[in-house]
């Protein structure tokens, strides 16, 4: 399938800090990648970059085709770019302002109206067409960063946090318009709402000070972790101890660990390898003690566990 | 060219948008008919001309330009609205000349608003009306100096109070140019060249000449070359700063 993002050893410079340093990836037609990262990590500069409005240091974008350095009206005309927090033109209304995207878009008369009226019904706009932008809520702010940037159909489509502060219903909606639009296009997601890229990515990449450090499927990426599931106990204070000693002779478990609980309990985390039936055995010995076990939780590994090693044992080196 | 004008005429409507036209041309007239009655005697003076109208426009452009000019970057650099403007197919060109034009013509709008006084003048005298017209000229050109000066001020920084206090400053210098207060201070220490080309980028002196019906090629010059130099340095200043 066609290669619609493609940037390769990108980097970028501000004053002495190296915000983005050689980061290689490209996007299919049809994939969605999730953009992870803590803040700071280079997620924005590297889409700043990619939408030419930051000029990299060294390196190349190339946008169906195009090179972004060399031919930057050319590409940035196939690129749909939701920034961060969503800028517009306060004063305009939704409507003079979707007009005047879809003006420098290059679109006129019946087919400008048209653009508009399908971007604003797939944002839905449609209520608020006529408010002026400062007055509307933070999701209608985003919505119509959202329409502008679908405006024109564009094969490529950059977003910066597209669901950042917004309620769940908000992002539940912009997540389905994501991944109803994801089939012809290359679609790049910022975000740190994990369960966003398992709803809407196809891949991730995480990138931490400025280096893609792990790029993958959520369930690929779930392999750099040294376990894969995780089984969770509620038991009764004085069962613990003995508990905790039976658990520890399956071997298939990595590491247990222990919080004390109000009332009484306590809740033990069993980090399971992958490939081994622990979860199965542990399940059976809760069959046999069933007055000890107050909770019994099987789990797979979560893209939070992910993103929390990966990221922080870089910053303890 | 055509993204030019979609720029224009969004910046331009903008100016409508809010309260800021009516308040901006309610102010100019106010202004301009307070110095011209009050201040300069218009009718005491006893002459059918509009010398004391135009003569006090630097001094009200010297405020009320910068104050229109502050926005045109600092604005979208503030909200971040910049980094949606440039990521469309656009150029920094068709950005800075967008804005510039439209706000020159919003103040040439607000000027052209004066002109019931220049009904009045032809009703009470017999004025020369070449001279009126090559006055109106003149000031729209110095305006659009100033304009250039307060854009490039605007896009150095995200505060629209520094861009206004700045471009008042730089403003007032280039008027101030041609005063024995400043020329007295270069002449001190400097060659007489540079005083000579000091007092000649005066904006008094090429506008004094323009509302007595001179309209000549230096002047012409001056101010053409003055707005194309501001406007570049604009354009460099939004290539290398707009991310900041």
């Known amino acids: 399938m066609a290669e619609l ?228 106990l509620r038991v009764v204070q004085d069962k613990a101890i003995a508990f905790k000693k039976s658990l520890y002779e399956f071997d298939g478990i990595i590491d247990l660990e222990e919080t004390e609980q109000p009332n009484g309990l306590v809740r033990l985390r069993a980090l399971l390898k992958p490939g081994s039936s622990t979860a199965g055995d542990i399940a059976a010995l809760v069959r046999d003690e069933p007055s000890v076990v107050d909770e019994f939780l099987v789990e797979r590994a979560k893209l939070d566990n992910v993103f929390r090693q990966i990221t922080t044992s870089d910053n303890s080196n | 060219m055509r993204k030019i004008q979609i720029i224009f005429w969004r910046e331009f409507s903008a100016y409508f948008e809010t309260t800021l036209a009516y308040t901006f041309v309610a102010i100019f007239a106010a202004l301009t008919n307070a110095f011209t009655f009050y201040v300069g005697n218009f009718f005491t003076r006893g002459q059918a001309d509009l010398q004391v109208f135009f003569q006090y426009h630097p001094w009200i452009y010297l405020i009320l330009v910068p104050a229109i000019a502050m926005r045109l970057w600092a604005e979208e650099r503030k909200s971040g609205s910049i980094e949606m403007l440039m990521t469309l197919p656009i150029t920094s060109s068709h950005a800075i000349l967008g804005k510039f034009l439209a706000a020159w013509a919003f103040i040439t709008v607000a000027l052209t608003i004066t002109f019931p006084i220049w009904l009045t003048v032809n009703y009470l005298g017999d004025p020369d009306n070449g001279v009126i017209l090559a006055s109106y000229f003149g000031s729209v050109l110095m305006a659009g ?97 707009k991310a900041e």
């Open chain 1, 5 to 232: 993002i493609k940037i390769s050893m990108l980097a970028k410079k501000f004053g002495e800090i190296l915000a983005v340093s050689e980061i290689s990836l490209s996007v299919k037609k049809g994939e969605v990648l999730g953009f992870l990262g803590p803040n700071g990590a280079g997620k924005s500069t590297t889409m700043k970059m990619i939408t030419g409005f930051l000029e990299p240091d060294r390196g190349s974008v190339t946008i169906c085709g195009v090179p972004m350095v060399s031919r930057p009206m050319e590409a940035k005309s196939k690129i749909g770019y939701l920034p961060e927090g969503a800028p517009a033109y306060s004063d305009m209304t939704p409507l003079s302002f979707l007009r005047f995207i879809s003006d420098i878009r290059g679109f006129k008369g019946g087919q400008r109206a048209a653009k508009v009226k399908q971007a604003s019904q797939k944002a839905g706009l449609c209520g608020v067409l006529n408010q002026k932008i400062e007055t509307l809520s933070k999701g209608y702010k985003r919505r119509v960063g959202i329409a502008q940037a679908i405006l024109h159909d564009p094969d490529v489509l950059i977003l910066d946090e597209p669901t950042d502060g917004l309620d769940p219903n908000q992002k539940h909606q912009i997540r389905e318009l994501i991944t109803e639009m994801a089939s012809d296009k290359a679609i790049i997601v910022s975000t740190h709402i994990l369960e966003e890229v398992e709803a809407v990515c196809t891949r991730a990449v995480i990138i931490d000070r400025g280096r893609i450090v792990a790029d993958g499927t959520a369930e690929d990426l779930v392999r750099y972790l040294p376990y894969n599931t995780t089984v969770t």
């Open chain 2, 145 to 241: 100096a100033f304009l250039a000066i307060g854009s490039f001020v605007s896009a150095l920084t995200k505060n629209q109070v520094i861009a206004f206090i700045t471009t008042s400053g730089i403003c007032f210098l280039f008027i101030m140019s041609s005063h024995p207060l400043v020329l007295e201070f270069v002449r001190v220490w400097a060659p007489d060249f540079i005083v000579s080309s000091i007092e000649s980028v005066s904006f008094l002196r090429h506008f004094r000449q323009i509302t007595q019906g001179l309209i000549t090629l230096p002047t012409l010059i001056f101010y053409v070359s003055l707005i194309t130099f501001f406007l570049f340095a604009n354009k460099l200043v939004i290539d290398q700063k």
